[in-house]
Structures are given as structure tokens and as C-alpha cells.
Antibody, heavy 118, light 107 residues
């Protein structure tokens, strides 16, 4: 059974960074792209980018180019997203999601809430 | 970016009824559209991709239609487990973009 298990909620100060994890089970992460999606209730769902864990290739939405860094550790079958220079605008729930073939998402993590507050 | 306009935002219906949710793209996206279901405490679930192809495990009471700019998700004979939030998503071009969601509530 494919599962994506994300790390727990995070509370960070403005200006700091956070690294979120997404551990895959039931398949090898090198076989599929991994996407990350941001969700704020008033802004909806926003695609951040993807990583190809096989070779580390990444692609980001323009607005997240300098905000997010996607990495993967094939030995632990885990994908990561680091968010830097946090502001209140980064307060959101972040999801990892497996690529289904053509940039739809066939499996999602449960989401992790990141709160940025002083 | 391709804007996805989803309607209605809220929909109230009774079990056994049928409902439809609309998703309109700001430009043609061929049939490159997916539908997802969001429920509290559960991972989002892919229901349909390619406009009308049911993902494995999606009940047959769900159907998707449309191409170009206009798409519809239809749920026939609603069951209690169907009351949730539904999103459309285009993947025809970067960046992938989502509709704003439709909350389906029990009447």
C-alpha cells in the first residue's frame, strides 16, 4: 500500500527556516516525481514544485523559486522541502504528493501545518 | 497561469441525490484535468484524471466530463461518505493550478 507520511506540525519565528519530511512506503521514491503543494484556506491550493528523486532534478513554480528547496534521500525513501526566510505568508498546510504520470497527484501525504509567529 | 474557476463553493444535498460541480479553465486545457476529494483527517484522494478516467478504487457513481475549458464532476446517488470538499486541478501547463474547492454538505 502506498503511503506518504509527513512530519509533525511546526512553529517557527519569522526569518527562520523549516525542513519538512515526507517518507514514502509501498514504493520506491526513485520511480516517481514528488510534488509539494501549499494550502491556505483563503488562498486555496498552490503547487510549489517537484523533485525527481532518481537524479535530484527539480522544477519550481516561479513564486517559490527562492522560498522552497526540494531534496530527497533515496536511502530512507524520503523527500524533503526546506522553506527559508519564513514570514506570516508561509503559515499554511503543506502536502507532499506523488506524481500520477502527467502531473496529477495520485497519492498525498496527510499534510503538515507550519505556523510562523513571533 | 491558468485560472480554474470552480462552482458552486458550497452545495447542500441529501443522500441518494445527484449533484454536479463545475470547473472552468481560463484557457483550453484539452482534457488535462483531475478531480480530488478532501476529507478531514484523511489524505486527499485522486478521483478522476484525464477529465473522465476514474482512478482505480473510485466508485462508479462518480463521473467526469468535459474538455477544453468546461468540466463537470457528477456524483450520482450520494452516499454519506461523499460529503467532503472537492477540487479540480489542471495539469496542461505549468504551473499546475487548482480550483478553489466545493464543499458538499448534507442537507
Amino acid at each position: 500500500e502506498v503511503q506518504l507520511q509527513q512530519s509533525g506540525p511546526e512553529l517557527r519565528r519569522p526569518g527562520s527556516s523549516v525542513k519538512l519530511s515526507c517518507k514514502a512506503s509501498g514504493y520506491s521514491i526513485t520511480d516517481y516525481l514528488m510534488h509539494w503543494v501549499k494550502h491556505r484556506p483563503e488562498h486555496g491550493l498552490e503547487w510549489i514544485g517537484w523533485i525527481d528523486p532518481e537524479d535530484g532534478e527539480t522544477k519550481y513554480a516561479q513564486k517559490f523559486q527562492s522560498k522552497a528547496t526540494l531534496t530527497a534521500d533515496t536511502s530512507s525513501n524520503t523527500a524533503y522541502m526546506q522553506l527559508s526566510s519564513l514570514t506570516s505568508e508561509d503559515t499554511a498546510t503543506y502536502f507532499c504528493a506523488r506524481d500520477g504520470l502527467l502531473q496529477w497527484f495520485d497519492y498525498w501525504g496527510q499534510g503538515v501545518m507550519v505556523t510562523v509567529s513571533s | 497561469d491558468v485560472q480554474m474557476t470552480q462552482s458552486p463553493s458550497y452545495l447542500a444535498a441529501s443522500p441518494g441525490e445527484s449533484v454536479s460541480i463545475s470547473c472552468k479553465a481560463s484557457k483550453s486545457i484539452s482534457n488535462n484535468l483531475a478531480w480530488y476529494q478532501e476529507k478531514p483527517g484523511k489524505a486527499n484522494k485522486l478521483l478522476i484524471h484525464s477529465g473522465s478516467t476514474l482512478q482505480s478504487g473510485t466508485p462508479s457513481r462518480f463521473s467526469g466530463s468535459g474538455s477544453g475549458t468546461d468540466f463537470t464532476l457528477t456524483i450520482r446517488s450520494l452516499e454519506f461518505e461523499d460529503f467532503a470538499v472537492y477540487y479540480c486541478q489542471q495539469y496542461n501547463e505549468y504551473p499546475p493550478t487548482f480550483g478553489s474547492g466545493t464543499k458538499l454538505e448534507i442537507k
